[in-house]
């Protein structure tokens, strides 16, 4: 079964870090590129950020270049998202997405989510 657990999410003030972790299970994580999305009250859904499989490419939304850096850690089966410099419009829902092949069929997975709130 696939999983994806976010953890790490907070009460932070403006200017401060925290860092997110997706834990992945259930599929082969060195073949798929992963991303976070996030989703603040009254807002759709928006990416984030994604990182390839490799980890060789990675890529940011204008809103959080600079400032967030996605890695991941093939030895845990994580991905990271270390945010600094944060800013109350960060205040969201953070969710890990992934989209996996499983019986010749593309499926979208995504995680509960981690809620980071950002006080000013």
């Known amino acids: 079964e696939v999983q994806l657990v976010e953890s790490g999410g907070g009460l932070v003030q403006a200017g401060g870090s925290l860092r997110l972790s997706c834990a992945a299970s259930?599929?082969?994580?060195?073949?798929?590129?992963i991303g976070w999305f996030r989703q603040a009250p009254g807002k759709e859904r928006e990416g984030v950020s994604c990182i390839s499989n490799s980890g060789a490419s990675t890529y940011y939304a204008d809103s959080v270049k600079g400032r967030f850096t996605i890695s991941r850690d093939s030895a845990k089966n994580t991905i990271y998202l270390q945010m600094n410099s944060l800013k109350p419009e960060d205040t969201a829902v953070y969710y890990c997405?992934?989209?996996?092949?499983?019986?010749?069929?593309?499926?979208?997975?995504w995680g509960q989510g981690t809620q980071v709130t950002v006080s000013s």
């Open positions: 259930g599929f082969t994580f060195d073949a798929y590129a």
């Open positions: 997405h992934a989209e996996i092949l499983l019986a010749l069929k593309w499926r979208d997975y």
